[in-house]
């Protein structure tokens, strides 16, 4: 009699982990086959963690006017490891913050929220694959980002059914709470499940994004105005209109059909009828504001509501350098994708979820079309991500060894013409 061992739960997770992050690695191999460091990876969280000896100073530091504790830590991590194969090991690190949603959104906690693995898989590699993002990519700089997705997956999760899970709920949303500013733009999210399920487990959610968030609202007010990146100032060349275009070209269009067919219509289609990306927004908005309507899907309403949130929270101050009104900046292709994935993925979750559950054939006809345009083109196209230029960081990593204690040396990292300072101990 042969006996079939069951793989523990554990096990599973680790390798449904491991295979997300390989699909993520795949878009950009050099992340792994040539990494270097990137903005902020380099600048700050690396040489803060190499140059300042008192370690806990430098983790509780805000940076951008709020506590960035996962890049603090992640900096201070590859400090072990030769400075040459830092850049890997960070880049590991972001691999694996990135790849933690769509693993999370495969298990059965999800069941209610997105009945049958089969259709959670499908939209866990969407997630994978989103176009148009090449910005929040494999970086710890960004992993803030793909940390806010990964705390909202866990207040929308079904209550966690063990102890392993809870804490697992609880790091989820200490990290992503005191690594940026979305757990101030979660607090409705965690309010509207605890109304909804007056759970227990609700509750404590709730209780601890209601306690990072009061820490990140007590640094921005100490310290936000004198440590931001750029100005706190209105988003020059806001308007309706304006509005309808952004989202048009970078949500409906870019978020479809990817960075690279965008590139190719900003230049030609849309600056021969700059009207049409207007009337594109306008109808997109349409589209997402008759789905809410109509759907009875908890979940769905909770996300568009946190990414409208969040995309009128990047908007009012964005941080974007240029010639031009910010909001005119902002349309540019590629600039700012950042501020735009979480408006990007609620679109597409109204797409999947209108061609499931939508009453009417007609517009359940419409949005398996534009799910067509994301497959074929928009995924198709931006899959493979161009690489960074080689900068050759072995060879700067072997002048840095050969400097004399106590010297100065500026490395050169991406994007250009950012550089790091390291002082040689």
Sequence with gaps: ?????????????????????????????????????????????YASAHNDPSWLDSILAPYGGYLQLFPRLAGLVVQPVDLAR???????????????????F???????????????????????????????????????????????????AAPAPSAAWRIFDVICLLVSGLSGPFCILLLPVAGLCWLRDRARWSL?????????????????????????????LPAHGASVAGLLDLLGRQIFVAGLAGLW??????????????????????AGLVFVARALL???????????????????????????????PLWELLKLPSAGQRYYFFATLAFLATLFWTVAADPRRAVRGVAAALLAVLVLVGIRGDWRLPPHPDLDFAAQAARFAAAPPGEKVSLRIMPEPWTMVLVKH
């Design 86 to 104: 830092a850049p890997l090991l960070m880049n590991v690190l972001a691999l694996l913050i990135q790849a933690m949603a769509p693993a999370f």
């Design 204 to 232: 404590v959610r709730l209780a601890l994004v209601v306690a990072v968030a009061s820490v990140q609202i007590v640094i921005l007010r100490q310290v936000g105005a004198e440590s931001r990146l750029g100005p706190l």
């Design 294 to 324: 109509v759907t009875s899907s908890f979940a769905l309403r909770v996300f568009v509501l946190f990414a409208a949130l969040h995309l009128a929270g990047a908007l009012a101050s964005p941080i974007i350098f240029g010639d031009k």
């Design 261 to 282: 067919r965008y590139v190719g219509l900003n230049a030609g289609t849309f600056a021969d009828h700059p009207w049409l990306p207007i009337v594109i927004g306008a």
């Design 106 to 156: 495969l298990s059965d906690r999800f069941a209610r929220v997105v009945p049958g693995r089969a259709r959670r898989l499908v939209l866990s590699l969407v997630l994978v694959a989103v176009p148009n993002m090449m910005e929040i990519h494999a970086n710890v700089t960004n992993s803030q980002v793909h940390l806010a997705l990964l705390a909202f997956l866990v207040l929308i």
């Design 1 to 45: 009699m042969v006996r079939h061992r069951v793989v523990p739960g554990a096990l599973v997770a680790l390798l449904l982990l491991a295979a997300s992050a390989a699909l993520i690695a795949a878009r950009r191999p050099d992340v792994v086959i040539r990494p270097q460091f990137w903005a902020e990876d380099g600048m700050v969280w």
